[in-house]
């Protein structure tokens, strides 16, 4: 199987999420990333893997949250749902190049989103762009309880304590974590 269709796995979870952290450790998560205000230390260091700030800004071109992977109309470099982003080499067309998501606005410069701001769209994209680092790999990220609430109302439809989405060269997959 290549590296392209081994799936990115990650737990979204909020600061105080009520699962034993034991089961946490078991899916033995290579790292931790937390929303910009998020302060999720005291959970990386007990997961004993290193807390990095999820990057927000690059909001990509993506039609929808849970799955949509239509293509950009007019790309001939790459094939429909190709979530890639073009190599130095690949040229981009004007339907390829990042916009923010549907009826959200733009970033505000370089400044941080605040963590009570982040949308679904805005975090799938965000995890959509470690997906590829990622390939076969298992990540946690902590979001504020504001987000993980929009999160579950708006693509996984669940109360479950951690939600997990699977990213792959093809598609999204979310689910309430078991």
């Known amino acids: 199987m290549s ?12 600061p105080a999420a009520d699962v034993p952290l034991e089961q946490l450790r078991a899916e033995r998560a290579a790292c931790l990333y937390a929303e910009p205000g998020v302060d999720a230390t005291v959970l990386a260091q007990a997961l004993g893997v290193t807390a990095r700030d999820l990057d927000l800004g690059g909001v990509g071109d993506l039609a929808g949250v849970a799955g949509d992977l239509s293509g950009s ?30 009826n959200e606005p733009g970033p505000a410069g370089d400044q941080p989103q605040p ?48 939600a997990v989405v699977e990213i792959d060269a093809d598609s999204r997959r979310w689910r309430p974590y078991a």
């Open 73 to 102: 109309a007019g790309d001939e470099t790459r094939p429909a749902g190709d979530q890639r982003r073009p190599a130095d080499n690949e040229t981009r067309s004007a339907g390829d190049q990042p916009r923010p998501a549907d």
């Open 115 to 162: 963590a009570d701001s982040t949308t679904p769209a805005a975090l799938t994209a965000a995890l959509v762009d470690l997906a590829d680092e990622f390939r076969g790999e298992t990540i946690a990220v902590v979001v504020s309880e504001t987000t993980y609430a929009s999160l579950t109302g708006e693509v996984v439809a669940t109360s479950a304590p951690v």
């Open 3 to 14: 590296d392209l269709q081994c799936a990115a796995t990650f737990l979204v979870l909020p």
